[in-house]
């Protein structure tokens, strides 16, 4: 009777590890077939992000509007977009309506393949208690054991 639990037990503990292997894997595939299927759209608003939120940009941004305005201020020839700089204030609107919401739409994305990782995670974690729990049980089996038989007269 005691072989046959064990037997029982050691299934459903080898059933418990190839599920966390194939969650694994499943997680490194569905990477790759995330990436795989991203349109042109998905990847320009993941690089746009991923730009955007660089501290490059954030030091370029400012030189390049700084000297935009000086050039339309100190130019000897031509002032295409003289004080108060209406092409320039155009084109930072303009920048700030189109980048807002690609760079959300890449992290609402992000945020989807988060959810799909955090469930794979939590399944996982699920199984591994669950295989913590069978090991206890077999180490306090073994304790018992070996208690039982340090107890007897030899």
Do not use: C
Not at 13 to 26: D, G, H, P, Y
Not at 121 to 145: F, P, S, W
């Amino acid at each position: 009777m005691e072989n046959k639990e064990s037997l029982i037990e050691a299934e459903r503990r080898a059933e418990l590890e190839s599920q966390v292997r194939e969650i694994m894997a499943s997680r490194a595939a569905l990477d790759a077939l995330r990436e795989e299927h991203l349109t042109f759209g998905e990847r320009a608003a993941d690089r746009m992000a991923t730009v955007a939120g660089s501290w490059t940009f954030i030091f370029a941004f400012p030189t390049v509007v700084a000297l935009w305005m000086a050039i339309n201020t100190f130019a000897w020839i031509s002032h295409w977009d003289g004080y108060p700089f209406i092409l320039l204030n155009l084109a930072l609107s303009i920048l700030a309506a189109v980048q807002a919401p690609v760079i959300m739409m890449s992290q609402n994305r992000d945020q989807a393949h988060d959810r799909v990782h955090n469930e794979n995670d939590y399944r996982t974690n699920v199984r591994a208690e669950i295989l913590m729990e069978h090991l206890t049980a077999e180490v306090e089996e073994i304790k018992q054991l070996l208690v039982s038989r340090s107890a007897l007269p030899e």
